[in-house]
């Protein structure tokens, strides 16, 4: 643990399990005894993104390669910062490269650390773009990200079977290209 994550997990227990109070649970019988600890946990872990440096990205000199360098289906879960449930789906990432290139893994570690705090989806698929742009100096990248919001699923309105797609373009990218290796995923 962090410093100063001892504190925080007796503190966020100590909330959790006022809030099962709250909703007449009873916090001594035995499936509740440790629940208050591991949501505490579990907090820390999907707000993680809020209490370490930004990942670097590993920068290579591209080569030769000037084309599009496409990224499909990286695995994210969030939280939504207006009911604290989560949402997931997959990042899809595209940049063409001007002098750098960044290793595979980085684009995985950007989406988590972005991921990893209360968010909106919109806020998240722009600040992917924006770090990729910054660290990179691509040509152009775009970025989407499909998501399945708990917050609409599981409480509202209750449409579970939702898919909600944001998009964020910086520069010149080649979007028809993108889209086509899109729907070429399984």
Request: proline share 5%.
């Amino acid at each position: 643990m962090v410093a100063g994550e001892e504190k925080a997990v007796v503190n966020l227990a100590k909330s959790a399990k006022e809030i099962l109070e709250l909703i007449n649970e009873d916090t001594d019988r035995e499936g509740l005894q440790d629940t208050p600890a591991r949501v505490a946990k579990m907090y820390l872990e999907m707000t993680s993104g809020l209490r370490t440096p930004p990942p670097e990205m590993t920068v290579f000199d591209r080569g030769s390669n000037d084309q599009m360098i496409t990224i499909l289906g990286i695995d994210y879960w969030s939280m939504c910062e207006h009911h604290l449930v989560p949402f997931y789906g997959k990042a899809h990432i595209g940049y063409v490269p001007q002098e750098k290139i960044s290793g595979l893994s980085k684009f995985g570690r950007v989406v988590d650390w972005y991921a990893r705090r209360p968010q909106i989806q919109e806020q998240l698929t722009a600040q992917v773009a924006d770090h990729i742009k910054e660290h990179l100096s691509p040509k152009g990248v775009i970025v989407v990200f499909e998501g399945t919001h708990l917050c609409m699923s599981m409480r509202g309105i209750r449409k579970p079977n939702h898919i909600t797609v944001t998009s964020a373009i910086r520069g010149e990218i080649h979007k028809q290209e993108f889209f086509d290796l899109l729907k070429m995923r399984p």
